[in-house]
């Protein structure tokens, strides 16, 4: 068990940020229409494109200020209690 532990410390981070990178790599040459058509063709489709935006996010919420991240927040939790019975999912 012990082993299994040991790898998973020391290989996923590692893959983790493997896989920042490649998305970051991806996306950093396009124009910010580019940017904008990822973002919304990525939304409410394939859930293989969820981690890609949860990358570009965490890229926006560290750029922002501490108003800009409370009105993201306030927004988030809007749609979250809009309607508490809605499924997140597109299917």
Do not use: C
């Not at 893959?15 to 991806?26: F, G, K, Y």
């Not at 910010?32 to 409410?44: M, N, P, R, T, Y």
Request: hydrophobic residues 35%; aromatic residues 6%; glycine residues 4%.
């Amino acid at each position: 068990m012990k082993q299994n532990s040991d790898f998973v410390r020391r290989y996923v981070p590692l893959q983790t940020i493997d896989l920042r990178q490649a998305i970051v790599h991806r996306v950093q040459d396009n124009s910010k229409e580019e940017l904008k058509e990822v973002i919304a063709d990525s939304i409410g489709h394939d859930e293989k494109a969820l981690p890609g935006l949860g990358v570009l996010f965490e890229m926006i919420w560290k750029q922002s200020g501490s108003a800009e991240q409370t009105q993201m927040v306030d927004s988030l939790y809007q749609s979250l209690h809009q309607n508490e019975t809605a499924n997140p999912s597109p299917s």
